[in-house]
């Protein structure tokens, strides 16, 4: 494909409120559109606005033009811009939740076996031990921590190192896994000892429940980058059970559509639930999601929502 330079000139506020009104937004309040451009960034809002261009070619992929469908106001993107930013904050409670439990159940488990298990091959399966060019999958993820643990601040390593010589025990350890080393771990460890850990979070499938650690990291990512995610085309995505579609996600076999959010809501609420039975969590998303600005050109079945969704 050819490239060309990039020549789009640097627009004022106030230039570039004309432009969006050049092409059928409707902006009753410039003062009031000024001031979210300033405060939000044209380019992060362009991301929101897309859904509201017309279309061009359904594709895929799908082509829009610049022009905007008629009808559709500024404040129409300011809503769903607001909506998805209380996703992602709404989305970090049960991530934290999950993570912190997954890797207290992987160093009760595995610190009972071995204290440096996370640093013995034996409770690593074979396939990671490998070479791949220089080094072995769980080589990596060593060296990976080694350096987490060499540029930590913590305090609480800093007495570690003050008063012990040694290696770290996992249950010290894990205190510094993100959730990324966190995800690495647990699918590099044996199949036993995976079935053990995610039996206690309700999945008989330790692959399935890799998938699911996998998916809820890039989510977290994508929280924590604050990009756009109401209706995000999810890269890694989940494995879902054989069994109990309806129970977790309210869906038959003929409506997978895991490439969307709304599978990894199922996800979190579930596994919050495994963790705490007396959550509220399912009340609060589910409160966030009937609140969803609905348009003629945006609702919750693009963020792969049932269309017969009525709660968790």
């Known amino acids: 494909m050819q490239q060309y330079p990039y020549l789009k000139p640097h627009l004022t506020l106030s230039q570039q409120v004309d432009l969006l009104t050049e092409r059928g937004l409707h902006i009753p309040d410039r003062v009031y559109a000024e001031r979210h451009l300033a405060e939000l960034n044209y380019y992060r809002l362009s991301a929101y606005w897309f859904s509201f261009r017309e279309i061009l070619d359904r594709g895929p992929p ?14 129409d993107v300011i809503q769903l811009y607001k909506f998805d930013r ?25 610190g009972e076996q071995d204290p440096y298990a996370h640093l013995n091959p034996t409770y690593i399966h074979g396939h990671f031990l490998k070479n791949n060019c220089r080094s072995s999958e769980f080589d990596q993820w060593k ?11 913590e305090e609480f390593i800093s007495r570690f190192k ?12 894990v205190e510094l896994w993100d959730f990324g080393t966190l995800s ?23 692959l399935v429940f890799a998938s699911w650690l996998r998916t809820i ?3 977290r990512n994508i929280v924590a980058h604050h990009s756009i995610l109401w ?15 309806h129970e ?31 959550s509220h969590w399912h009340t609060e998303i589910t409160q966030l999601i009937n609140s969803f600005p609905t348009t003629n050109m945006t609702n919750i079945t693009h963020m792969g929502f049932p269309s017969d969704w009525e709660g968790f």
């Open 143 to 153: 060296e990976q921590l080694s350096i987490k643990i060499e540029r930590s601040r």
């Open 184 to 206: 690495k771990f647990y699918k590099m460890m044996r199949h036993n000892d995976k079935t053990s850990i995610s039996k206690t979070f309700g999945v008989e499938d330790p």
């Open 217 to 219: 990291n890039y989510i």
């Open 86 to 110: 209380d996703l992602k904050r709404i989305l970090l409670s049960p991530i934290e939740q999950i993570e912190i439990a997954v890797r207290t159940s992987i160093a009760y488990h595995l």
């Open 162 to 173: 003050e008063k012990y010589a040694g290696k770290i025990p996992i249950w010290v350890s």
């Open 231 to 245: 209706n995000k085309n999810i890269v890694d995505q989940p494995k879902l059970p054989k069994d109990r579609l």
């Open 248 to 278: 977790i996600f309210k869906i038959t076999q003929g409506q997978r559509n895991v490439e969307r959010i709304y599978i990894t809501i199922c996800i979190l609420n579930y596994l919050t639930s495994q963790i705490d039975s007396r």
């Open 62 to 75: 799908l082509k829009r033009d610049e022009t905007f469908i008629h009808g559709t106001s500024f404040n």
